[in-house]
């Protein structure tokens, strides 16, 4: 699977992209049938499930409880019960997280970019793009219900793939990040959305939804001439 940020972001021009919205103000740029089976491709419902299920393969998932509060596999309060003898260290609790789940938490999916050939190809091309390194994180939520997180801002320019379902985003029109000035817009599958690092912003979920944030660590924010991308190839070990 190979295309270019140019290919991305289409019929957007790279040119305007750089001139008008590059770290300067946030950028919808609506799907397009490339963009929709791209973007609805990135995860199913049923790999998102497998996923989990698979705990030993799980890195650093997290919830939002009802009432806002996150929890993480990191910080070792993803469980209530004992942790199974042959578990790692690091442990989450698949019934607890269900249960999270059913009740209109939300579940993050982070360090996720390598996660399908689609995420790790989007990844991929805004790298390629911007002489960068991307990660990528899975926003779940099962009922327009689910809580997500409070408004805050980023340290790192960041791309919205919306994948499934609709999000209700609220987003400063300037750096200046006043309450005042901000637009509101609904967000579904195949649209992709850009926020340049340090704009304010919040997501709401209008529906069963799974949308990914893509950020962006580029070499201008390194105090080094580089940084070091994820290793995407694949390598057949069969």
Not at 16 to 22: A, K, L, Q, V
Not at 43 to 51: A, E, H, M, P, R
Not at 66 to 82: A, D, F, H, M
Not at 170 to 179: F, G, I, Q, S
Request: charge should be positive; include cysteine.
């Amino acid at each position: 699977m190979s295309f270019t940020y140019e290919d991305l972001i289409d019929p957007l021009p790279l040119k305007d992209f750089y001139d008008i919205y590059h770290r300067k103000r946030w950028c919808i740029i609506k799907g397009n049938d490339f963009r929709k089976d791209l973007f609805s491709a990135t995860l199913s419902w049923k790999q998102f499930s497998d996923y989990i299920n698979n705990d030993r393969a799980v890195s650093g998932i997290q919830a939002i409880l009802p009432n806002g509060k996150k929890l993480c596999l990191e910080k070792n309060n993803l469980y209530k019960e004992k942790i199974p003898s042959w578990s790692r260290k690091d442990y989450f609790e698949k019934k607890y997280l269900h249960n999270i789940w059913s009740n209109h938490g939300s579940i993050i999916l982070p360090k996720a970019s390598l996660l399908t050939k689609e995420i790790s190809s989007i990844a991929y091309a805004i790298e390629t793009e911007f002489k960068g390194a991307c990660d990528a994180h899975f926003y779940c939520s099962k009922t327009a219900k689910s809580r997500s997180f409070d408004p805050h801002i980023d340290h790192d320019d960041n791309f919205l793939v919306h994948a499934h379902g609709a999000v209700k985003w609220t987003v400063c029109n300037t750096l200046d990040n006043k309450r005042n000035d901000a637009t509101t817009f609904n967000l579904t599958t195949g649209d992709l959305l850009y926020i340049p690092k340090g704009l304010a912003h919040s997501a709401v979920p209008l529906s069963k939804r799974i949308s990914i944030s893509v950020p962006l660590l580029e070499v201008n924010d390194m105090k080094t001439n580089t940084v070091t991308p994820l290793d995407r190839k694949y390598y057949d070990f069969s």
